[in-house]
């Protein structure tokens, strides 16, 4: 079932050193100010129409026309994609887009023993074979300030092959540099040689799996378990409570929807994605409000309903 943690860490996308990576990029992000500040990107799109984006934001329908007025943000076009269901948005105006999806969280609060008991069988099997391996090592350490990386090459053509996107390699070095220590790079060797790799952004008290990568030789030893172990262990010992594994989608990748959860993560609701245009807000209410099902929460998902939106 979807599960809301306690007291939630800031999302990445709104966390203060994501703001300062952008920057550092060249770009020029704002802030709402409000209880719960909310990191907005701009952007121009053709010809010139200006559009504000607000990822994994904590929005209060209430207070967001008044927040947008005093960032001078009120005649911009605006898309929407709150950290949680937010079906109010449809009361503004704001037409639904895309229904909610779902990403895996590791709540690094449970004792070490406890979650080890909590994994899935087969993950736990995995995990124990790649201990038992005497020639796999983990290392980790701040992650290189360097384009070149095999990590970064490795990630970027994954992306071509399978027609997806990431950060550019440029923001997340940005990331690693405006914010010291918080890029942490879990590599798995054998030997002297690397067969894979898991990076991760710190951000207050929550983390983010970033981008990884494993060779044929390290997903025979089932190195990513490995990794991911020792990631978890490392970071709840370092002041972090939430991890957060991104994405759930059995349709396009069962793979790694049940690598994830059979790491012990728990599916939560985002609130899908949601277009609106404050000054034709009054307009479009009564095309929101029909799309406002769409973006009503989804049965409890589960490993078997083959898909999580």
């Not at 909310?38 to 053709?46: C, E, F, I, N």
């Not at 190195?223 to 059995?250: E, P």
């Amino acid at each position: 079932m979807f599960n809301a943690p306690e007291n939630p860490p800031t999302p990445l996308q709104q966390h203060p050193g994501f703001a300062a990576a952008l920057r550092a990029s060249g770009q020029s992000p704002l802030t709402l100010s409000g209880v719960e500040p909310t990191l907005v990107m701009r952007r121009k799109l053709w010809p010139g129409l200006p559009v504000a984006m607000l990822s994994r934001a904590r929005l209060n329908p209430d207070t967001l026309c008044a927040q947008l007025r005093e960032a001078d943000l009120q005649q911009n076009l605006l898309v929407l994609s709150p950290d949680q269901p937010t079906p109010l948005l449809a009361s503004l105006g704001a037409i639904a887009l895309i229904s909610p999806a779902a990403i895996a969280e590791i709540d690094l609060r449970i004792p070490t023993d406890v979650r080890r008991a909590a994994l899935k069988q087969k993950w736990r099997n995995r995990l124990s074979q790649a201990e038992s391996t005497k020639s796999l090592r983990i290392q980790h350490k701040s992650m290189p300030l360097d384009a070149t990386h095999w990590l970064f090459k490795a990630d970027t053509c994954l992306q071509r092959q399978r027609g997806f996107r990431n950060w550019p390699t440029a923001l997340t070095l940005a990331y690693a540099r405006e914010n010291p220590g918080q890029a942490r790079l879990f590599t798995a060797y054998e030997g002297c040689d690397p067969v894979a790799a898991m990076l991760f952004l710190r951000h207050g008290t929550g983390a983010t799996y970033h981008i990884g990568h494993s060779f044929e030789r390290g997903r025979q030893l089932a190195a990513h378990s490995l990794l991911l172990w020792h990631a978890c262990i490392w970071l709840a010992a370092n002041g972090h409570n939430h991890l957060d594994l991104g994405g759930l989608n059995t349709e396009s990748n069962p793979g790694l929807a049940r690598f994830k959860l059979g790491a012990g993560a728990t599916p939560r609701l985002l609130g899908g994605t949601w277009i609106w245009w404050p000054p034709m807000g009054r307009l479009f209410r009564p095309l929101a409000r029909l799309d406002r099902r769409m973006m009503r929460p989804p049965d409890p998902w589960t490993e078997t309903s083959g898909t999580v939106i």
